[in-house]
Protein backbone atom coordinates (compact mmCIF):
# COMPACT_ATOMS: atom_id res chain seq x y z
CA UNK A 1 0.00 0.00 0.00
CA UNK A 2 0.92 3.72 -0.81
CA UNK A 3 3.68 2.75 -3.26
CA UNK A 4 5.91 5.69 -4.05
CA UNK A 5 4.96 7.47 -1.05
CA UNK A 6 7.38 8.59 1.60
CA UNK A 7 6.85 7.24 5.47
CA UNK A 8 7.30 9.95 8.41
CA UNK A 9 7.02 10.45 12.20
CA UNK A 10 7.04 14.06 13.22
CA UNK A 11 6.94 15.30 16.76
CA UNK A 12 4.11 17.45 17.95
CA UNK A 13 3.59 19.37 20.86
CA UNK A 14 1.78 17.30 22.79
CA UNK A 15 3.59 13.65 21.06
CA UNK A 16 4.47 11.94 17.46
CA UNK A 17 2.20 11.55 14.60
CA UNK A 18 2.79 8.54 11.88
CA UNK A 19 2.21 9.62 8.64
CA UNK A 20 2.78 8.72 4.68
CA UNK A 21 3.24 11.39 1.92
CA UNK A 22 3.30 11.65 -1.35
CA UNK A 23 2.40 13.92 -4.51
CA UNK A 24 3.27 17.60 -5.30
CA UNK A 25 0.95 20.68 -5.89
CA UNK A 26 -1.21 22.47 -2.93
CA UNK A 27 -1.78 20.31 0.27
CA UNK A 28 -4.26 17.86 1.44
CA UNK A 29 -4.60 16.10 5.03
CA UNK A 30 -6.72 12.86 5.15
CA UNK A 31 -7.74 11.81 8.45
CA UNK A 32 -8.92 8.58 9.27
CA UNK A 33 -11.72 7.08 11.90
CA UNK A 34 -12.32 4.47 14.70
CA UNK A 35 -11.32 1.50 14.45
CA UNK A 36 -8.84 2.01 11.78
CA UNK A 37 -5.15 3.81 10.79
CA UNK A 38 -4.30 6.10 7.67
CA UNK A 39 -4.94 2.69 5.45
CA UNK A 40 -8.08 3.56 4.98
CA UNK A 41 -6.87 5.82 2.10
CA UNK A 42 -4.70 3.21 0.40
CA UNK A 43 -7.22 3.03 -2.24
CA UNK A 44 -7.65 6.90 -3.32
CA UNK A 45 -4.15 8.20 -2.24
CA UNK A 46 -2.14 7.69 -5.33
CA UNK A 47 -4.76 9.10 -7.27
CA UNK A 48 -4.80 12.39 -5.10
CA UNK A 49 -1.36 12.80 -5.03
CA UNK A 50 -1.61 13.50 -9.12
CA UNK A 51 -2.77 16.75 -8.10
CA UNK A 52 -2.32 17.03 -4.27
CA UNK A 53 0.40 16.99 -1.98
CA UNK A 54 -1.42 14.19 0.00
CA UNK A 55 -0.58 13.92 3.59
CA UNK A 56 -2.32 10.85 5.59
CA UNK A 57 -1.96 10.42 9.21
CA UNK A 58 -2.40 8.43 12.04
CA UNK A 59 -4.61 9.87 15.01
CA UNK A 60 -2.72 10.49 18.38
CA UNK A 61 -3.40 7.37 20.01
CA UNK A 62 -4.44 5.44 16.53
CA UNK A 63 -1.90 3.70 14.72
CA UNK A 64 1.60 3.89 14.56
CA UNK A 65 1.43 7.66 16.19
CA UNK A 66 2.05 8.27 20.03
CA UNK A 67 0.17 7.50 22.37
CA UNK A 68 0.28 10.26 25.50
CA UNK A 69 -0.69 9.17 28.92
CA UNK A 70 -4.71 10.65 29.51
CA UNK A 71 -6.00 12.68 32.76
CA UNK A 72 -8.89 12.73 34.37
CA UNK A 73 -10.40 15.07 32.56
CA UNK A 74 -9.36 13.28 29.29
CA UNK A 75 -7.83 16.11 27.45
CA UNK A 76 -5.48 14.63 25.73
CA UNK A 77 -7.77 12.89 23.41
CA UNK A 78 -10.20 16.00 22.97
CA UNK A 79 -10.58 16.75 19.32
CA UNK A 80 -8.73 20.17 20.10
CA UNK A 81 -5.57 18.26 20.72
CA UNK A 82 -5.67 15.94 18.29
CA UNK A 83 -6.48 18.74 15.76
CA UNK A 84 -3.03 20.99 16.84
CA UNK A 85 -1.50 17.64 16.24
CA UNK A 86 -2.62 17.86 12.58
CA UNK A 87 -2.03 21.36 12.12
CA UNK A 88 1.90 21.47 13.50
CA UNK A 89 2.45 18.32 11.58
CA UNK A 90 1.16 20.39 8.09
CA UNK A 91 3.58 22.86 9.52
CA UNK A 92 6.35 21.32 9.77
CA UNK A 93 5.75 19.60 6.54
CA UNK A 94 5.36 23.16 4.63
CA UNK A 95 1.67 23.99 4.36
CA UNK A 96 0.37 26.79 6.12
CA UNK A 97 -2.77 26.40 4.26
CA UNK A 98 -4.83 23.30 3.30
CA UNK A 99 -7.62 20.76 2.68
CA UNK A 100 -9.02 18.43 5.29
CA UNK A 101 -10.89 15.36 4.37
CA UNK A 102 -11.57 13.31 7.30
CA UNK A 103 -13.90 9.72 8.03
CA UNK A 104 -15.58 8.97 10.98
CA UNK A 105 -13.46 9.95 13.96
CA UNK A 106 -11.00 12.07 11.35
CA UNK A 107 -14.17 14.10 10.57
CA UNK A 108 -14.67 15.29 14.10
CA UNK A 109 -11.05 15.87 14.22
CA UNK A 110 -11.22 18.06 10.86
CA UNK A 111 -14.12 20.07 12.21
CA UNK A 112 -12.34 20.80 15.45
CA UNK A 113 -9.13 21.93 12.94
CA UNK A 114 -11.39 24.02 10.64
CA UNK A 115 -13.05 25.81 13.89
CA UNK A 116 -10.03 26.03 15.97
CA UNK A 117 -7.37 27.11 12.90
CA UNK A 118 -9.54 29.10 10.62
CA UNK A 119 -6.51 30.45 9.04
CA UNK A 120 -5.57 27.26 8.07
CA UNK A 121 -7.96 24.98 6.28
CA UNK A 122 -9.32 26.10 2.71
CA UNK A 123 -11.67 23.29 2.24
CA UNK A 124 -13.37 21.13 4.59
CA UNK A 125 -14.58 17.20 3.57
CA UNK A 126 -16.60 15.31 6.21
CA UNK A 127 -17.58 11.48 5.58
CA UNK A 128 -20.21 9.69 7.47
CA UNK A 129 -20.91 12.19 9.72
CA UNK A 130 -22.97 15.06 11.33
CA UNK A 131 -21.30 17.03 14.19
CA UNK A 132 -20.50 15.71 17.16
CA UNK A 133 -23.07 17.53 19.75
CA UNK A 134 -25.72 17.81 17.12
CA UNK A 135 -25.76 13.66 17.15
CA UNK A 136 -25.14 13.59 21.55
CA UNK A 137 -28.27 16.52 21.79
CA UNK A 138 -30.62 13.72 19.70
CA UNK A 139 -29.31 10.72 20.69
CA UNK A 140 -32.89 8.30 20.46
CA UNK A 141 -33.58 4.36 20.51
CA UNK A 142 -32.76 4.20 16.70
CA UNK A 143 -28.90 6.60 17.32
CA UNK A 144 -28.02 4.23 20.71
CA UNK A 145 -28.93 0.85 18.93
CA UNK A 146 -26.96 1.37 16.01
CA UNK A 147 -23.76 3.44 18.02
CA UNK A 148 -23.96 1.28 20.56
CA UNK A 149 -19.97 1.74 20.15
CA UNK A 150 -20.14 5.53 21.96
CA UNK A 151 -22.03 4.12 25.03
CA UNK A 152 -19.70 1.27 25.09
CA UNK A 153 -16.21 2.64 24.92
CA UNK A 154 -16.85 5.82 26.95
CA UNK A 155 -17.65 3.57 29.97
CA UNK A 156 -15.02 4.27 32.85
CA UNK A 157 -11.73 2.46 32.21
CA UNK A 158 -10.41 -0.10 32.32
CA UNK A 159 -13.93 -1.49 31.53
CA UNK A 160 -14.30 -1.50 27.62
CA UNK A 161 -10.49 -1.96 27.42
CA UNK A 162 -10.23 -5.56 29.42
CA UNK A 163 -13.69 -6.64 27.10
CA UNK A 164 -11.53 -5.68 23.83
CA UNK A 165 -8.49 -6.54 24.86
CA UNK A 166 -9.89 -10.14 25.29
CA UNK A 167 -10.19 -10.80 21.84
CA UNK A 168 -9.20 -7.94 19.57
CA UNK A 169 -8.96 -9.61 16.41
CA UNK A 170 -12.78 -10.63 17.22
CA UNK A 171 -13.54 -7.82 18.19
CA UNK A 172 -12.16 -5.88 15.63
CA UNK A 173 -13.59 -7.74 12.60
CA UNK A 174 -17.27 -7.43 14.14
CA UNK A 175 -16.52 -3.39 14.28
CA UNK A 176 -15.38 -3.30 10.90
CA UNK A 177 -18.57 -4.89 9.22
CA UNK A 178 -20.33 -2.01 10.98
CA UNK A 179 -23.07 -1.10 8.59
CA UNK A 180 -20.66 -1.63 5.81
CA UNK A 181 -19.27 -4.41 3.34
CA UNK A 182 -16.63 -5.75 5.27
CA UNK A 183 -15.59 -7.67 1.82
CA UNK A 184 -14.72 -3.77 0.80
CA UNK A 185 -11.35 -4.28 3.31
CA UNK A 186 -8.80 -5.39 1.27
CA UNK A 187 -6.43 -8.19 3.06
CA UNK A 188 -3.09 -6.25 3.54
CA UNK A 189 -5.54 -2.94 4.88
CA UNK A 190 -7.31 -5.74 7.28
CA UNK A 191 -3.56 -6.63 8.51
CA UNK A 192 -3.03 -3.27 9.43
CA UNK A 193 -5.42 -2.81 10.97
CA UNK A 194 -5.19 -6.22 13.49
CA UNK A 195 -1.57 -5.24 13.82
CA UNK A 196 -2.38 -1.83 15.33
CA UNK A 197 -5.31 -2.69 17.42
CA UNK A 198 -3.96 -5.85 19.21
CA UNK A 199 -1.69 -3.09 21.22
CA UNK A 200 -3.01 -2.66 24.30
CA UNK A 201 -2.12 1.06 24.55
CA UNK A 202 -4.40 1.47 21.17
CA UNK A 203 -7.22 0.19 22.44
CA UNK A 204 -6.93 2.39 25.22
CA UNK A 205 -6.32 5.48 23.84
CA UNK A 206 -9.02 4.98 21.31
CA UNK A 207 -11.64 4.51 24.06
CA UNK A 208 -10.11 7.92 25.46
CA UNK A 209 -10.83 9.19 21.94
CA UNK A 210 -14.55 8.00 23.22
CA UNK A 211 -14.74 9.87 26.44
CA UNK A 212 -13.06 12.96 25.76
CA UNK A 213 -15.93 12.68 22.68
CA UNK A 214 -18.55 12.44 25.62
CA UNK A 215 -16.98 14.99 27.69
CA UNK A 216 -14.79 17.65 27.48
CA UNK A 217 -15.77 17.80 23.20
CA UNK A 218 -19.21 18.26 24.01
CA UNK A 219 -17.73 20.87 25.76
CA UNK A 220 -15.92 22.73 23.74
CA UNK A 221 -18.27 22.26 20.95
CA UNK A 222 -20.78 24.08 23.29
CA UNK A 223 -18.85 27.20 23.94
CA UNK A 224 -18.43 27.59 20.21
CA UNK A 225 -22.33 27.12 19.65
CA UNK A 226 -23.64 29.75 16.94
CA UNK A 227 -19.55 30.35 15.45
CA UNK A 228 -19.65 29.89 11.76
CA UNK A 229 -17.17 28.74 9.16
CA UNK A 230 -16.55 30.88 6.66
CA UNK A 231 -14.84 28.23 4.13
CA UNK A 232 -17.03 25.15 1.85
CA UNK A 233 -18.38 21.76 3.43
CA UNK A 234 -18.49 18.45 1.39
CA UNK A 235 -20.75 16.30 3.27
CA UNK A 236 -20.92 12.93 2.23
CA UNK A 237 -22.41 9.31 3.73
CA UNK A 238 -22.83 5.91 3.17
CA UNK A 239 -26.63 5.04 1.54
CA UNK A 240 -26.25 2.02 3.50
CA UNK A 241 -25.81 3.62 6.84
CA UNK A 242 -27.31 5.42 9.50
CA UNK A 243 -26.56 9.51 9.02
CA UNK A 244 -29.03 9.83 6.16
CA UNK A 245 -31.75 7.96 8.04
CA UNK A 246 -32.08 9.92 11.62
CA UNK A 247 -30.38 13.44 10.03
CA UNK A 248 -30.57 15.76 7.00
CA UNK A 249 -26.53 16.36 7.25
CA UNK A 250 -26.89 19.14 4.65
CA UNK A 251 -29.12 21.08 6.28
CA UNK A 252 -27.22 20.31 9.32
CA UNK A 253 -23.81 21.44 8.27
CA UNK A 254 -25.21 24.54 6.91
CA UNK A 255 -26.05 25.48 10.06
CA UNK A 256 -21.82 25.16 11.29
CA UNK A 257 -20.92 27.32 7.87
CA UNK A 258 -21.39 30.78 6.08
CA UNK A 259 -19.87 29.09 3.24
CA UNK A 260 -22.13 26.70 0.91
CA UNK A 261 -22.65 23.73 1.51
CA UNK A 262 -23.00 20.39 -0.90
CA UNK A 263 -22.64 16.30 -1.12
CA UNK A 264 -25.16 13.97 -0.77
CA UNK A 265 -25.08 9.67 -0.06
CA UNK A 266 -22.76 7.49 -1.90
CA UNK A 267 -23.41 4.07 -2.60
CA UNK A 268 -21.73 2.68 0.36
CA UNK A 269 -21.57 2.12 3.36
CA UNK A 270 -19.91 3.46 6.34
CA UNK A 271 -16.12 2.91 4.98
CA UNK A 272 -16.74 5.35 2.13
CA UNK A 273 -12.98 5.39 1.41
CA UNK A 274 -13.15 1.70 0.92
CA UNK A 275 -16.15 0.62 -0.37
CA UNK A 276 -16.73 3.36 -3.25
CA UNK A 277 -13.01 5.06 -4.01
CA UNK A 278 -14.05 5.70 -7.29
CA UNK A 279 -17.34 7.86 -6.49
CA UNK A 280 -15.26 9.81 -3.28
CA UNK A 281 -12.85 10.33 -5.92
CA UNK A 282 -15.07 11.89 -8.35
CA UNK A 283 -16.85 13.53 -5.16
CA UNK A 284 -13.60 15.10 -4.15
CA UNK A 285 -12.01 16.00 -7.64
CA UNK A 286 -15.30 18.48 -8.14
CA UNK A 287 -15.09 19.79 -4.71
CA UNK A 288 -11.39 20.18 -3.93
CA UNK A 289 -10.88 21.93 -7.12
CA UNK A 290 -14.30 24.13 -7.29
Known sequence: MFEGFERKRIPTSGTEINLVTGGRGPGLLLLHGYPQTHAIWHKVASDLAERFTVVATDLRGYGDSGKPPTDAAHM???KREMARDQAEVMSALGFERFSVVGHDRGGRVAHRLARDHRDRVERLAVLDICPT????ERTDMAFASAYYHWFFLIQPADYPERMIGADPDFYLSKKLKFLADGAAITDDAM???LRCFRDPATIHATCEDYRAGATVDLAHDRA???????????????AEGIIGKLYQP?????????????GGPVPSGHYIPEEAPERLLSELSGFLEG
Do not use: C, F, H, K
Open 191 to 193: AEY
Open 250 to 262: LEVWQRYTDGPVS
Open 76 to 78: PYS
Open 133 to 136: LDMY
Open 224 to 238: DRGERLDIPVLALWG
